[in-house]
């Protein structure tokens, strides 16, 4: 869709190389490459480009969340088989995350958490008809040792107890789980990867040759990660992997922001909130946030004013995740999925 180029992978290169679309003539080429950037420019408020704030989701309202919960090697294993899998996606959360945020609580899962990118992320996945695997790190974060192994003898278990080996195989790991996953490649067959704000762990193995197609999706605010991110993508493509990148920016928060994305927030709660971050200063007149949501007193201002549904529902999670991402400086991340999906279904073969 884009350009003709050589190698199917050019394209998420020219991501980053504007200069390279000078010579464009075309202008249906030169819009679709906007559609394609308009996730790594920093939205000005109001635009109607702005990603975050449309209800069009590009994934399939058929598709519905029915997650199977298993136990097993002394840990949570839940999925969900699409009709005709096309593939299937494994992914690994960060530090403190749980296999359970990637569906909504239901009668299914009673302790799914269902936290905003992580759901968003599954439901992209399954609309696209991605087998979805998830699991939980034994620890609070992922470990490099034993439990690389068990997960690949997880991951196989379960691939071949469904018939789902003949598929390819993809992953998805943010932050401790982006670490654990590009680890995971090193010895298991993976079509392609994704290391989402993570710059892997190139540096303590080697690199196998056949090491698979690697997409890094981060967030430039975080600027010593971004160097990290740019020395692995390098050496990684000196060795001849195919590798490309997503840089993910900040974006303002607007009113209906949280009902958007949060399904469990109304669009009046919404509101509200918005005004009462502006009003306590945790965004600024333009809706930007003024520090990470980790470091913002957001819940104390939320406490004055009581909001009893938040409290009651323990929504404090879900709506400091959408104030992290809108931060841009360190968290999950599903508005990237389109391009995150094409990376994979164009690494299928
Ligand atoms: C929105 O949610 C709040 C808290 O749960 C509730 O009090 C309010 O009635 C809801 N508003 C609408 C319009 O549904």
């Known amino acids: 869709m884009l350009r003709r180029v050589s190698k199917p992978a050019n394209k998420w290169h020219q991501i980053r190389n504007h200069r390279l679309f000078a010579p464009v003539t075309s202008l249906i080429i030169f819009i679709t490459f906007l559609v394609f950037v308009s996730g790594r420019v920093r939205q000005q408020p ?56 990637f569906w909504d609580k239901s009668p299914e899962c009673p302790k799914c958490v269902g936290l905003p990118e992580e759901r968003l992320i599954t439901l992209h996945a399954l609309s696209h008809k991605f087998a979805v695997v998830a699991i939980s790190s034994v620890g609070e974060c992922w470990s490099l040792g034993e439990e690389r192994n068990v997960v690949k003898e997880t991951i196989r278990w379960w691939v071949q107890k469904h018939k789902l080996d003949t598929l390819p195989l993809t992953a998805l790991g ?41 997409l890094f999706v981060h967030m430039p605010k975080d600027s010593s990660r971004l160097q990290l991110v740019r020395k692995n993508l390098e050496s990684l493509r000196q060795k001849g992997v195919d590798v490309a990148e997503i840089e993910c920016m900040e974006f303002p928060l607007t009113p209906n922001l949280l009902s958007d994305r949060i399904p469990e927030v109304n669009a009046s709660v919404s509101v509200h909130l918005f005004e009462l971050f502006r009003k306590n200063g945790i965004i600024d007149e333009r809706g930007y946030m003024v520090k990470d949501g980790r470091a913002t007193r ?25 104030l992290n991402l809108a931060y841009a400086y360190h968290e999950m991340t599903s508005l990237q999925m389109d391009q995150i999906l094409d990376w994979f279904e164009s690494h299928m073969k």
Not at 191 to 213: L, Q, W
Not at 298 to 322: C, G, M, R, T, Y
């Open 174 to 214: 943010a932050s401790s789980g982006g670490y654990f996953v590009s680890a995971l490649a090193m010895d298991m067959k993976f079509n392609s990867i994704v290391t989402m704000i993570a710059e892997g762990v190139f540096h303590r193995f080697k690199i196998p040759d056949a090491y698979p197609p690697t």
């Open 298 to 322: 957001w819940k104390d201002a939320l406490k004055d004013e009581k909001v009893p549904s938040l409290v009651q529902n323990d929504l404090f999670h879900h709506i400091q995740e959408e």
């Open 46 to 101: 109001g635009s109607i480009t702005d990603p975050p704030n449309q209800k069009r989701y590009s994934y399939s309202s058929s598709v519905e969340l029915h997650p199977t919960v298993e136990y097993r090697s002394g840990t949570d294993i839940i999925w969900q088989i699409p009709k005709s899998p096309k593939a299937v996606l494994f992914l690994a959360h960060g530090c403190n995350g749980r296999a359970m945020n």
